[in-house]
Structure formats: C-alpha cells, structure tokens
C-alpha cells in the first residue's frame, strides 16, 4: 500500500503546473501493475478468510455471554472429543479469554480445507491476549481446530504459540511417560492409548500398542522407578513444517533410557503423535 501512496503523491506533481508533464516509464507502469496485483492478492486472501473470521466472531461471541455450550459447537469434531465443555471453560479462564471484547487478526492463511487466523484479542479491562486459531473445513463449514496462546511471564527459552517453553515440553515428556507407565503397569496399553492426539489413535489401535511394547511390558523392568525422574531434554527442539514438534533427550538411568516424543497441537493443548525408547 506504501508503493500506492507513493504513486498518488508523484502523479499529483502535475497539478501543480498544468503545463508540466511527466512521462510514466516503463517501470513506473511495471511497478504500478505489481502494486495492483499485491492489492488484488491481499483482497483475495480476506475473501477467502472471511469465513473463518466470521466462526471465530461467533465462538468468540458466545464466550463473551459465557455461553460455553454455544461456543463448543464452533469447534472441529476432533478438538470436541478431546476437549469437553468443562476443560474448554478452563482453558478460555486461565487465559483471561473469557473477558473477551474484540479481536484482531494480523495475519491470515489458507491452504486447501486448513486455515489459520494470528492475531490477538482485547478483554474488556484493555489487555491483550496473542492467540493463533487453526481451522479445519467440515461438512463445507470452517470449524476451529485448535486454539494456541502464547506462555506469560518469564521464560526460560524464546516461546510463541507454536512453541513451548523449556520448562513446558519437559512437563510434556514427563505426562507422556507417565502415561506409558501407567499402561505397562497394568499390562496393556489402553490408559496410554487415550492419551494419544486423535490423529494418531484413528492411526493405531491399543491391541497394537500392545503387540508393539510387548517386550516393554514382560520385561520385567523397574520401569515405575523412572516415574520418579527429570527427564534430560537434548538443548535443539525441531518442528517441522506440519508443526509436528519432536522432543528427545534420555533418563539417567542405568542402562540410559533415551526416548523421542513427537506432538501435535489438537484443541487447548500438545498430544502425542510418536513415541519410541531405547535403553543403550
């Protein structure tokens, strides 16, 4: 838009002297043409966004009146069977989203039946909130996929809503271990099965987690006493470009127990999409 302003200000040179004038060179027509097609791209873009905005004004308008049960019919099939009405009040409170006022989204995507709104709300005190929205498009309607808000405070490492902190993905492996823990415990996999994103448990069935860690579960091993550490995060994070974040590191345990996690964000929160162990 800058690059259009521009032009308006050169061009009105020649109401300044009627008899002036200036020829438009190729280049300024090449840079005009651009201009119009940026403009044409931008337009395209809220066009196509204006759906998912129009969702999230109706999910963010019915939690404005408190009307939990309304707003959780905006949600994906997947984010309502992961995250109940209960949990999704928790969640909406904890981030002061509850207050809600208005919103704002500075930057929108779009790719196929994925979309993606970044932005940030104003509560009714006047804070700020930063949150990502990601849609999915069900049934020819967008529905919300999942709601992302950046960490307060102090941090350890940099953090975004893509990303946790330092101190959140060791709480990460820890729940994802525990979990597997609880299963082996029991001799079958289906607490740690109901753990897992709903992705990967379309994917997998418990029957073949079971056959999977079978060797894990007749091992025999003090596998509780692990319950008991801090896991030993390795210092680089990796995301990819599916925003699949893997985490690996190991236990200190005798022989070492390394591990590599990966997660998805589904709904409020990061879920369990691979999972492996080595003890070296």
Known sequence: ????????????????????????????????????????????????????EKRADAFFNAVKRHDIAKAHTYLSEDF?????EISLKEFLSKGAI?????????????????????GSITTESGGVVPLKLNFVKENGEWKIYSIQKPVAGLQATESSPSAPSQSEQATLVK???HDFLVSVRQKEMSHFHSTLSRM????????????VFINVIESGANWPAVDTLDPVLSPVMKMDEHEVLTLSGQYPTNPVLR?????VYEGVAWKLIGFSLEAK
């Open 1 to 52: 838009m800058s690059g259009q302003n521009n032009e308006q200000r050169y061009f009105s040179l020649s109401g300044i002297n009627p008899k002036l004038e200036i020829p438009m060179s190729r280049g300024v027509k090449i840079g005009i043409a651009i201009v119009v097609i940026i403009v044409a791209g931008i337009a395209s873009v809220f066009l196509l966004t204006s759906g998912m």
């Open 80 to 84: 309502k069977a992961s995250t109940d």
């Open 98 to 118: 509850l207050n809600f006022k208005s919103a704002s989204w500075s930057n929108r995507q779009i790719s196929g039946n994925r979309g993606q709104l970044d």
């Open 175 to 177: 729940q994802s271990m």
């Open 200 to 211: 990967w448990q379309k994917q997998v069935s418990t029957e073949e987690l079971n056959a």
């Open 259 to 263: 591990f590599e996690m990966k997660y």
